[in-house]
């Protein structure tokens, strides 16, 4: 079945520094989610992105959707203590939808 | 406008026993969905409803059931708890089912001893 892989599964990073997750599919998606899920919260959207090669920008977050529609990145620059938790794609293919297994972000300050 | 509504917060139970975790939301949204947190996992889908009246499987359905009351409520019901399913639960709902931003409840723990 459809599955995707997100590294790293843990990161922690000083305060200031910047930080990456990757979404990996097996097989090409027709859109992807990103979330954020704050310790002891419920996740919340942050982005959709649909078109090949995509790369939408919210503040400090940068998203972008590979040529092939078969990853995504979401990079972070300058990382805040406010950054912290945990970041979630979500693969809406055929399989209906499938959550990344989260990249937990935990920033030092 | 409280988007979307979860009760109970926090349940304990003992295996065997049956329950119901509700769910209601208030934007119109065609689609809802029950997923389950397992600790430091990723969510799983257990059932979504694509529009009221319908419902579908998702990953993980064994060991429970669920309602569409009508277009603001979706019901999950486990009907014989197992310590298999002590997790956290979310409801979600969303415009299209499958294809757009979801919005999640804020959760019910669920505890099975």
């Known amino acids: 079945g459809q599955q995707v892989m997100q590294i790293p599964q843990y990161q922690h990073v000083q305060e200031g520094e910047d930080f990456t997750t990757y979404c990996n599919s097996s097989?090409?998606?027709?859109?992807i989610q990103w979330y954020k899920q704050r310790p002891g919260g419920h996740p919340v959207f942050l982005i959709q992105l649909v078109k090949s090669g995509e790369v939408k920008k919210q503040k400090r977050l940068t998203f972008q959707f590979g040529e092939a529609k078969k990853n995504s990145s979401l990079h972070i620059t300058a990382t805040q203590t406010t950054d912290v938790g945990t970041y979630f794609c979500i693969s809406s293919g055929t399989y209906k939808y499938i959550f990344g297994t989260g990249t937990r972000l935990k920033v030092l300050a | 406008n409280a988007g979307v509504t979860q009760t109970p917060k926090f349940q304990v139970l003992k295996t065997g026993q049956s329950m119901t975790l509700q769910c209601a939301q208030d934007?119109?949204?065609?689609?809802m969905y029950w997923y389950r947190q397992d600790p430091g996992m990723g969510l799983r889908l257990i059932y979504y409803s694509a529009s009221e009246g319908t419902t579908d499987k998702g990953e993980v359905p064994n060991g429970y059931n669920v309602s569409r009351l009508n277009k603001r409520e979706f019901s999950l019901r486990l009907e014989s708890a197992a310590p298999s399913q002590t997790s956290v639960y979310f409801c979600?709902?969303?415009?299209?089912?499958?294809?757009?931003?979801?919005?999640f409840g804020p959760g019910t723990r669920l505890l099975v001893l």
């Open positions: 934007m119109n949204h065609n689609s």
């Open positions: 097989t090409t998606l027709s859109n």
């Open positions: 979600a709902s969303g415009l299209l089912a499958l294809q757009e931003t979801q919005y």
